[in-house]
């Protein structure tokens, strides 16, 4: 059905995770919530991460859907 | 509880989520073109797409509240749920069913009931279900709308709005195709957004181990925690799934014997909603071929395997958090309107520490909660010794509801772990899954009523663009009547006890039916037509002839007589679902057999087993063989079984 799903996931991850991690590297700085951890960084560039290598998916899949 | 304040971070977050899911309705809008596009997606999905869509369509935010809650309540034998009440029985709709729902060309299970039975069937199922979904949707509407008011504040019915709106919009615009697509958004922003929390939760208990050890403490004397309040349990109770049910009802903390989970959980419950339930099945139906329908419920067992780690384990760390004083938690209690508190924090105030009984009654009855003895009296005590803040008061009273509000556990590690932006995350997840529910239902109940009601009983044989405009209408129906729905269950405290009441009615024997009709061709119309109401009418009765110990005659069973009395309400819940399936098979069976075919040989080819050809799977590549696969899938959820035996 014309629109490949990975598009809009890897972007809309992308998207959220680089907020957050600016969010967390830049504005945030009392970590005590979190246990001491900066998650917002960390989780941040998971979330780029996983943006990214769905994207890479919808372009290397094309418009052509995966089999599995 | 007083409302959060979101910061910027919190609503870019949802904003970003709410206008990508807009942005995928308003992208699929141009493929929308006949009533097939709109309502059964033309059959087009690959696989791993309609797979995360399946298992998220019944991952609704209900499930993820009250997996948690269970998993304060009942430990890791809430994966139960999963591993014998879920896995088991979409392997079987994979191998053995799929074929006839997919191969019939049927665009609903009602439909497959007609094809193979007749329309009373048909007509029965569909307007059972369509009721359903509504509920279902209204329900979990409600509980976003008062999610948002009692968190972050806002008007019930602004919120209300707002999130139908939303769905409204993107439904109608991409039909299922857009519900499948954002419940496969939906599944990642669950994923993501609840795994930091888990791993934060587990980082301050100490770890799985001290977790472990945490609960084995509880497990002796769950009343420390308020759980369970009456009943000592051995170390394990919480944290073995096996060993607590086969010792009997008595010995684990849910109440049932382990033929009430395996017969009625493992197969009547959970064979009766994965196998038969449009909700899920339709998005297996929507996939673009036979071999990729067949596997979309065992792409979705693989995650379902593994959420236990993600829902059940919250509420796990819930109860050990709660049982190490450092940490400065609790399970909340129930919600108490702050005019409460503050009535309760001067009965403290006024309450004499000579007369410990009386400052208990006091405090309590200003509260309106069962309050701990024990700490009231220290808190009076620790008050009259040096005069505490109101503040002060205030946790020590909420620390001395001597009840939990179980659905609360989510949300207080949310709040509990999550910074601005995380939080942001979390509650876009949490909105996200709840507004899914309601799209998941709404595409159900579109398509059964346009083709299963509308057309086959009001306006037939007209055009497809009818049907097609038809469709739209009714979506936009759909969301109306939800939302009507969810003021009904907002009016009645417990409008959601009869509802899912109705629901566990109207599911319990239906898996007798679709399991005769596809298995046995000697199955009659007219044998199925009775039996299912027969199974019906019997869990009706069985409800009103049992009761639950500790609960009083009224919605929750007994209101005849009381014949039975079982320890849980789960056992009472399992032994009514396996009373109502054996009374449907059997009614079913015997009806047949006393009336004549009216469906040849010819007629049931391709709806029935034996009069079906098997398929022959040879073309594909072994991992994707749904018999291989899933015998893999059923082994490694023995072993998951096995290690937390």
């Known amino acids: 059905m014309g629109l490949d799903i990975r598009w809009p996931i890897g972007l809309m991850f992308i998207l959220i995770g680089a907020l957050l991690a600016v969010f967390g590297a830049v504005v945030q700085s009392d970590h005590a919530i979190s246990l001491g951890i900066n998650i917002n960084l960390i989780w941040g560039i998971v979330l780029l991460i996983f943006g990214v290598l769905m994207l890479l998916g919808a372009v290397r899949g094309g418009k052509k859907p995966p089999t599995a | 509880m007083q409302p959060i304040q979101l910061q910027w971070i919190d609503y870019t977050i949802l904003i970003a989520y709410v206008a990508f899911v807009l942005g995928i309705g308003w992208t699929l809008a141009r493929y929308m073109k006949t009533s097939s596009d709109f309502l059964t997606s033309a059959r087009s999905i690959p696989t791993w797409v309609t797979g995360l869509a399946f298992i998220s369509a019944n991952l609704g935010a209900l499930e993820l509240v009250g997996m948690a809650a269970s998993g304060a309540k009942y430990g890791i034998a809430t994966a139960h749920f999963y591993w014998v009440g879920a896995i088991p029985a979409m392997i079987f709709l994979a191998v053995f069913m799929m074929p006839f729902y997919y191969g019939s060309k049927a665009r609903s299970t009602p439909e497959y009931l007609k094809m193979r039975f007749d329309e009373r069937v048909r007509g029965l199922n569909a307007i059972a279900f369509a009721v359903m979904t509504i509920f279902a949707s209204g329900i979990s509407m409600d509980a976003l709308a008062k999610l948002l008011n009692q968190l972050l504040g806002w008007d019930y019915n602004f919120a209300l709005l707002i999130c139908s709106g939303v769905v409204l919009i993107y439904v109608l615009k991409g039909g299922l195709t857009s519900a499948i697509y954002t419940e496969v958004l939906q599944f990642f922003m669950i994923v993501l957004g609840f795994a930091p929390v888990v791993y934060l939760g587990l980082k301050d208990v100490g770890g799985w181990h001290a977790m472990n050890t945490a609960l084995q403490s509880v497990a002796v004397n769950p009343a420390t925690t308020f759980l369970n309040s009456s009943t000592n349990f051995a170390p394990d109770a919480w944290t073995s799934a096996w060993k607590p049910v086969l010792a009997g009802p008595a010995h684990n903390p849910m109440g049932v014997d382990w ?86 924090i001067d009965a403290v105030k006024s309450a004499s520490p000579a007369d410990s009984a009386a400052a208990v009654k006091a405090v309590g009855d200003a509260l309106g909660e069962k309050v701990a003895a024990d700490k009231i009296a220290s808190l009076v005590a620790a008050n009259a010794a040096s005069k505490l803040s109101d503040t002060q008061i205030k946790q020590g009273l909420y620390n001395s509801i001597a009840e939990n509000y179980y659905s609360g556990v989510i949300l207080s590690l949310i709040k509990k772990y999550c910074p601005p932006g995380l939080f942001g995350l979390a509650l876009t997840a ?19 009523f346009t083709y299963d009601l509308y057309q086959a009983y009001f306006v037939k044989g007209k055009s497809d663009r009818h049907y097609f405009i038809t469709g739209k209408v009714i979506t936009v129906v759909g969301i109306i009547l939800s939302m009507g729905a969810a003021y009904f269950a907002k009016q009645y405290d417990n409008a959601m006890d009869i509802i899912q009441l109705v629901f566990g009615f109207v599911n319990a024997p239906i898996f007798a039916t679709f399991l005769l ?19 019906i009418a019997s869990s009706a009765l069985f409800h009103s002839l049992t009761i639950a110990q500790n609960n009083l005659p009224g919605v929750k069973g007994g209101y005849v007589h009381v014949l039975q009395i079982f320890p849980s309400e789960m056992a009472q819940n399992f032994w009514l679902a396996s009373f109502a399936f054996t009374v449907c098979f059997l009614l079913t069976v015997v009806i047949s057999l006393a009336t004549a075919r009216t469906k040849s040989d010819a007629d049931l080819k391709g709806l029935v087993y034996s009069l079906t050809p098997k398929i022959v799977d040879n073309n594909i590549p072994i991992y994707q063989k749904p018999a291989v696969v899933g015998v893999v899938l059923l082994i490694v959820c023995v072993i998951l079984n096995l290690i937390f035996w």
């Open chain 2, 517 to 535: 009709g596809m298995f046995w061709k000697r199955t009659t119309g007219t044998g199925a037509f009775l039996g299912l109401f027969g199974g």
């Open chain 2, 430 to 448: 949490l909105l996200a899954s709840f507004m899914s529910g309601m799209a998941g239902n709404v595409t159900a109940f579109n398509t059964v």
């Open chain 2, 259 to 344: 033929f009430a989970m395996i017969f009625g959980l493992g197969f009547v419950l959970s064979f009766g909603y994965w196998c038969t339930n449009f909700l899920v099945v339709q998005r297996a139906m929507a996939a673009k071929n036979m071999t990729a329908a067949r596997n979309t419920p065992l792409v979705a067992a693989v995650p379902k395997m593994f959420f236990p780690f993600l829902v059940i384990v919250p509420g796990m760390i819930a109860v050990a958090l709660t049982s190490m004083p450092d940490k400065n938690y609790r399970i909340p209690p129930p919600i108490v309107s702050e005019e409460n508190y503050a009535k309760a």
